[in-house]
């Protein structure tokens, strides 16, 4: 059982870190400071979502039940694949000036997307686990 409080304790904290940052990127951006906050942010976000991946892992392991066997392991995968590309691109934009058009254009969409699709894995999550 401490695995799956784990696992929900990650994902929500997940979910409601991703909120805001992608909630100051949209909203904030004037404000001087928007960059101070979302930079760190979004680093956390993804750790925590990959932390309560790592978790969810785990927890089916022992359970002896076959891995990404479920919808929902599946579009977890695809949210901290997200999660982690978005930070990703968001720093190589800084990096590698010289395609920073494209970048900045793919970490909106993954950005985007991996706010999204958090929002759908801890639905079908709750669905899984028989909650909803
Ligand atoms: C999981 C982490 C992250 C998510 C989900 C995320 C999401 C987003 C989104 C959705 C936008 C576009 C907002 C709009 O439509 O106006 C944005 C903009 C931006 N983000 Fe992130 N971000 C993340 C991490 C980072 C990191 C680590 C950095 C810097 C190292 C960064 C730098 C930026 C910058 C400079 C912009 C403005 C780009 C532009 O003008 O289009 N982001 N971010
Ligand atoms: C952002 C949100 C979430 C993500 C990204 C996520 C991701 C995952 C992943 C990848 C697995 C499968 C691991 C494997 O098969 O090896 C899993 C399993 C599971 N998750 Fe989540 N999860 C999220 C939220 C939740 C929530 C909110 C709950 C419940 C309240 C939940 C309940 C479960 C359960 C019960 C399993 C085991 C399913 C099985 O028996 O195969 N998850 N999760």
Redesign the pocket.
């Known amino acids: 059982m401490f695995l799956f409080y784990s696992h929900v304790f990650f994902m929500t904290a997940g979910l409601l870190i991703?909120t805001a940052?992608?909630g100051v990127?949209?909203f904030l951006?004037r404000k001087q400071w928007w960059?101070k906050i979302?930079?760190p942010a979004?680093?956390t976000?993804?750790v925590c979502l990959s932390a309560g991946f790592a978790t969810a892992v785990v927890m089916v392991y022992q359970s002896g039940d076959g891995q990404f066997e479920v919808p929902h392991a599946w579009l977890g995968l695809a949210t901290v694949l997200c999660?982690l590309a978005?930070?990703t691109l968001?720093?190589l934009?800084?990096k590698i000036r010289s395609k920073i058009q494209h970048l900045?254009l793919w970490?909106?969409r993954t950005?985007?997307a991996?706010?999204i699709l958090t929002l759908l894995s801890a639905l079908s999550g709750l669905f899984v686990a028989g909650i909803i």
Do not use: C, E, N
């Open positions: 991703m940052v992608v990127a949209r951006r960059l979302h930079r979004g680093i976000g993804a999660a978005a930070p968001g720093y934009q800084f900045r970490h909106r950005g985007y991996a706010l």
